[in-house]
Structure formats: C-alpha cells, structure tokens
C-alpha cells in the first residue's frame, strides 16, 4: 500500500481547499481546551483538555461509557460541548457545523451508503464539495489503490465483505483529503484475525500518509499500542492519562491506566528509598527490598504499588536483571505459543506470560521470578494515600 | 423434512397438506370480492340481455360526462397524490430527523387522521373554509367585506386539500418507519463529507426510503382515485369522479348497466395502477434491499 504524490502534495486542490479553509490551512493539530459535554443534565465528557499533534495517532482508550467517542463526536461537530473549545488547527470550530469542518471519519459499522457503488460512495465527499469530474475520477481511484479496492470499484457495499466495507470506507474518507482523520472503533465489527490484518494496514497508511493527524477510538488496547504515537486514557468522562505510547506503557501514572493498558501485576510495597540518591528508587515487600524506576517522588515510608507487565518478568535469570522474587506457583495454563503462569506473594496473585517452558512449574512450587528494576515502575496506592 | 438435532423428525405446524390450506381464504376471497365482481362484470357486458358485448363500453366511453368525470378522477387522484407526497414528506423528515418537544404528540396528533372518518374532516373543513365557516366569517367581520372571500372549498381545490389532509399519514407513516432504519452514522458522515442536509436527504435519505415513499404514494393513488365520502360531502360544483358517477348512475338515474360499465373501469384503473406499484417496488428492490 503506497501513496502517490497526488495524494501527498493534492492537499490544495479545489474541492479539499475549500474545507481545510473552514479549519486553517497552517496546521492540523486538534485541541480540546476544557471541553465539557452534557446529554440532559448528565455531564459525560468533563473539562477535558487534551492536544493531538499534527500528524500524531492518538489513540483514545477507555471503558464504555467513558466519554471517548463523545470526544470524537464533539470534534466532528455531532454533538456542541456545553463548554470549552475545539480547535482543528487554528480555527476554532466548537460551534461550526459538521460539513465545514473538513475531516474525515470513518465508524465502526463503515456507514457506506447501501445504493451506491463503491466509486460512488468514495467520491460523495468531493461531488458534495463541487470537485471537477476528472479531480474525482483521479481520485477516488488513487484512494481504492491505497486500499487495494481497485478491482471493486462498481461494486455494492452488500457485495463486500466486513474488511473490504472497511477499507471503502478509509478511501471514501481520505478521498477528500482530510486534515483529521477520526476513526471510531473502526475494527470492532470485523472478526480476530481481520482485524489484526487491518491494524498492519492502518500501520501502513499511516507511514505513508505522515501528515494526517488521526483520533483513534478504541477499547482495544492492542491497537492502541500498535497504532498509536500517544495514548489518553478516559474514564468517567475524564482523563486519567496522557503520554507517548511507550512510557505510557512502561509507566503508567496510575492504576486505572496500567490495568486498562494492558495487563499489569500491581504489588504492594513500601517505599525504601525514591531515587533521590540511588539512581534506582528501592522498595520493600515484606523483608525483601527490590529496586524499581524512580518514576515519581515517594517519600521514604510511603505505601505504593510496584507495576511490573507480565511478559517483564522471567523464570530464569538475565545479566540485567536486578531483582529477585520468590513465590509460589498457583496456577499454570499452556496457550499455545505462551505459557501463562500465576503465582502468589504475600497474598498478592502475580501473572507471568512465559514463551512455553519445557519442564513447566509444578502448582504448589517455589519459583524464584526474576525482573530488571527498568521494567518495574512505581505507582502511588490510592487505597493508602 | 425439517430434522431435529438429534435426527428425530419435528413436528408439523399444522396438520394436513400445505395446499389446503389456501382453500379457505380463497373461498372467502372468492365470496366476499370475486362473485360481487363477477356479477358486476356480467351486467357491464349483457346489460338486461343475455347476450355479452362491448356496446355498452361503447356507449359510457362515448358520453362527456364519462370523460369529464375521468378526467377529473386522474387530475384529483394526482394532484392530492402530490400533495400527500410533499406534505408527507417533510412531515416525516421535520419528525424523524429534527426532534423538537412534542414532536411525538404531533406525529401521533397526524396518525389520528387515519382513525378518522374522511367525512368528518370534510366536516371540519366546511366548519373552517365554508362560505359560513369561521375563516371567512372572521375576514369579513375584520374587514368589512361583502362576501365570503375564501371560496374554494367547492372547487376540486377543496376536494383535493381534504384529500391531502385524509391521506398524508398514509405517505407519512412508512416514510417514519423507512427512516427509523436509516443508520445515523451514514447522515454523519456524509455531512462530515462536507455535504449539507439539502444534499443528504436527496441523496442519502430519500434513495433509502424510496420504496416506501412509492409505497405510501401509491396507496394515496388508488384510495384518491376510489374516494367518494369526500367528493360527495363536499359536493363541489362540476367536480364529478368516477365514483360518484357510479353513485349518480346507480342511486339517482337506476342506470345500473352503465353504473357497472364505470365500476369495471375504475377497477381496472385501480388494479392497473396497483400493477404498476408492484413493478416499481420490484425493479427497486434490488438496488435497496437494504431498506426493502
């Protein structure tokens, strides 16, 4: 999946001109200052403040109901925030209307217009913006090659299968050359291995198409972290998090967002020392210390949760690995190409992803689990504050 | 023969062949509408004879109150056509697609017409529009006129504005059911296309929904074509249908070969016309079953 130059460099023409006009030609960034939405008094997204940079997939993740495709709802024009202000680029577009906004938008039941064509439903944006006939036959066949549709081009949405509606409905919206790209839950609809085969092609897209800025909606945080530059993590209509996607994972900055991003193993320590003069910060768990990230300034004493990812942790020793910890296997679950093992100190239940073991821990077992102080972060407790 | 999943057969239904069941509706069909058609059609041909023939076709056809009354049929049936399809629809669009407070009870207020004899709209109509009713009788209180200045309700104007009245739920209805199916998303998006609501109903809506806009269309066609409550209470001057030409032929004039004559041809208008919606439907259905 390449991208001609038309695409890239097309970014001025007619049809495309006169919408990115609604929403500055400088940049395409969006922003969200302090926005707040309310559906009858219910307040569903709250003062949410939050930046994409140009060319950046965010991906916003979050549990049902936690105000994530309200967000992309209020940056499409769906719904009129009871507060606060969008801006797509320069321009604030809070209070302008859906079809002067100049984005894209694809949903997760694809949406294509059930009478028309595949050319018809990709080229509906630039008839609806006046583009010349021959910009829009240039066109949309440059899209359906960018997903590989061409072959498809008369046929119905009813025709085509889920990954294939799917992929219509990404030309139909970069077809009008959108500075945003809103994506809400794009790949739900589509079965396990589709959809995998899918997030590698959004991976594609957007190596080649590197200046457009996407929000991403999803529940799924494996496509988050494939896909996205940075992550936000909602919850309650709130922001809980907000990083670059690798720290975000590797230091999450609070408990919702490391059991939300991922599986994450949370042991209760006390804090030895934070890092202040060590270059590791030292916990303790019982008589055992153990060295982790100093991520945060915890004072000396204080209770925290040491987050370690489940793959971070080994059954056998590496020279980088700092810390090790006893316990007691509980459970063992071959999976194929993993072995999941879960295992238990002071009363705290710890899961451990293995590559498949050949001589599996026997249940009941000691095992000794060995991990380095990079991939163990330090979280604050907020059942001991 | 359906198996169950564990190979035994399931039961049937209903007992018997599947065919024999057809015979009851049939006979009743067959009591209720073919013979009285049947009888009908006999004495459109033989008249008081014994012998069939087409001269008294011949003889209806030929007369100019015949024609005029055709001709009025055609152009009421028509125009109130018309006017049900543009009233109904933007009904059916300002209730499905731009909620405001109320919005059901007036939905609901609208259906309240089918329940309703069409006589009694008429009724109303003649307590509203009539030369006594209370428009004009309030215009010329205001302004001091000499004469009732609304003066349509007796001119076909009049029938085909009750008509409209009457008929309008009959478009209205299926276009709010078809419209209930529209996914929203495909309106959003295609306004985040850049394309505004005038280009969304056009081409995003109303191609959804044009089976039943052909549906409820043409069922306002053949009930206006077959209207006679309306026509006869308001008894507007010169403006005869088939209908009431039937009634006159009939009731006033015992004309009974040439009141059946009328009576076959305005039920083969009727089923000419109802062909026709069946065809349209058919030819459509494959380009929208998505909303068929």
Redesign the interface.
Known sequence: MTVSSTMLDGAQDA?SAR?AAAVGQASNSIRFDSVTVAYRGTVVLDHLTLEVQPGEILALIGPSGSGKTTALRAV???VRPASGRIHIGDVEVTHL?????????V???Y?????MRVTENVS??LR??GASRDLIADRVRECLRIVGMESYAHRYP?ELSGGQQQRV?IA??LA?QPRVL?LDEPLSALDAQIRRSMVEELARLHRDLPDLTVLYVTHDQSEALTLADSIAVMRDGRLHAHGPTGPLYQTPPNRFAAEFLGRANLLPVVVEEAGYISPMAQVRIGGLVLSATPNRSLDKGTQALLCVRPHALSLSPRPDHDNVLPTTVREVLWQGDQHVVTVEVAGTVLRVVSPPLRQPPAIGSTLDLHFAAADASLLPDEDHP | MTQAVDGRPLPRALPGGATLWVVPPLLVVAALFAYPLALILRQALTGDGDAASLDHFAAVLGTRAFRSALANTVEIALAATAGCLAVGLALALLLSFVPFPGSGAVARLVDTFIALPTFLVTLAFTFLYGSAGMVNAGLVDVFHLAAPPVDFLYSPWGVILAEVTVYCPFVMRPLMAAFSLI?R??I?????????PG?IIR??IL??ALPALLAGGSLCLLLTVNEFGIVLFIGAKGVITLPLLIYDKAIQEFDYTAACVIAVINVALSLTLFSLYRLAVGKLGG?????V
């Not at chain 2, 959003?188 to 394309?195: D, K, M």
């Not at chain 2, 380009?287 to 909303?291: F, K």
């Open positions: 049809p919408a499409a024009g769906f209307p859906p079809y002067a906004r100049g984005i894209g938008m949903v997760q039941n949406a294509l217009f059930p009478h509906f944006g609806a913006q009813r409905a139909r919206a009008i809103l | 996914d998303a495909q959003e998006v295609a306004s985040s296309l850049g394309a505004r280009r081409q995003v191609p959804a380009r929208h079953a998505a909303v």
